[in-house]
């Protein structure tokens, strides 16, 4: 199951939440969170609150909270705010403030069954690939 949200309108520019969000994505939305919390960016901030608001509707949905990870964060160009500044002469240049949506989908993430961990295990000490590795017994 996936739960999608939309953050629309935000107030900071694409290209500085980009930055932050290539850091966590397709991570595990505990980790992410603790990750964010110590980056020094006022992006990691907006970020947090769509991760909190994702987790939100995925413990209402009856999610595993343990499971569940970031599977699209998406940081698309909203609308800009143009704005003027003055200047000598009779001039005026344009200042644009940028928006940004956020869409971010988690997904339950399946677990892996107790048999296949412990196969994995067995077969690493298989007399065959201590030999192959100049392992003997």
């Known amino acids: 199951m996936e739960i999608t949200v939309k953050e629309k309108y935000n107030r900071t520019a694409p290209r500085?939440?980009?930055l932050v969000s290539d850091l966590i994505r397709g991570w595990n939305a505990q980790k992410a969170l603790n990750q964010l919390k110590f980056i020094p960016k006022a992006a990691a901030q907006d970020l947090t609150k769509a991760i909190q608001a994702?987790?939100?509707?995925a413990k209402e949905?009856?999610?595993n909270l343990e499971t569940v990870y970031i599977k699209t964060l998406m940081i698309n160009e909203?609308?800009?705010?143009?704005?003027?500044?003055?200047?000598s002469r009779g001039q005026a240049s344009?200042?644009?403030k940028h928006m940004s949506h956020i869409i971010l989908t988690l997904?339950?993430?399946?677990?892996?069954p107790a048999e296949?961990?412990?196969?994995?295990?067995?077969?690493?000490?298989?007399p065959e690939l201590n030999v192959?590795?100049?392992k003997e017994k």
């Open 61 to 63: 949905s009856n999610l």
């Open 132 to 134: 192959k590795q100049g």
């Open 94 to 96: 344009q200042i644009k």
């Open 54 to 57: 994702a987790l939100g509707a």
């Open 116 to 126: 296949a961990k412990e196969t994995k295990e067995t077969a690493t000490e298989s």
């Open 78 to 87: 909203g609308p800009s705010l143009k704005r003027r500044v003055y200047k």
């Open 16 to 18: 500085k939440l980009r």
């Open 107 to 112: 997904a339950e993430r399946a677990e892996v």
